[in-house]
Nanobody, 128 residues
Framework: QVQLVESGGGLVQAGGSLRLSCARS??????????MAWVRQAPGKEREFVAA????????YYAEPVKGRFTISRDNAKNLVYLQMSGLKPEDTAVYFC???????????????????WGQGTQVTVSS
């Protein structure tokens, strides 16, 4: 069982930046061979796919609303995944979840159902 922990959320003004981090909980499992994703959920809305990165970091995918503003990256040596968010807008306000694909060395998934392991989320609030 892979457990994930997100951090880095907070309150920021529109136009500002935040960097979210996702780490595995404990040392039992590595996430360095798993595709990873960020998904968000705004109040009263369904979960929305934000970005994903292949296990080796060479392939990334972004949802249209965040293209050009968000960057997903990873450091496999440290078992960390990041989401750098710039040009934040009030509509980016949501709880952001980190997710891991259960398949090792698999192809990059771009839908929520392809991800098995989830963190508890970190709140991002963008004020206007």
């Amino acid at each position: 069982q892979v457990q994930l922990v997100e951090s880095g959320g907070g309150l920021v003004q529109a136009g500002g930046s935040l960097r979210l981090s996702c780490a595995r909980s404990g040392r039992t499992f590595s996430i360095s061979a798993n595709a990873m994703a960020w998904v968000r959920q705004a109040p009263g809305k369904e979960r929305e796919f934000v970005a994903a990165i292949s296990w080796d970091g060479y392939v990334t995918y972004y949802a249209e609303p965040v293209k050009g503003r968000f960057t997903i990256s990873r450091d496999n040596a440290k078992n960390l995944v990041y989401l750098q968010m710039s040009g934040l807008k009030p509509e980016d306000t949501a709880v952001y979840f980190c997710a891991a694909d259960s398949t090792q060395f698999g192809r990059l998934g771009t839908t929520i159902r392809q991800y098995t392991y989830w963190g508890q989320g970190t709140q991002v609030t963008v004020s206007s």
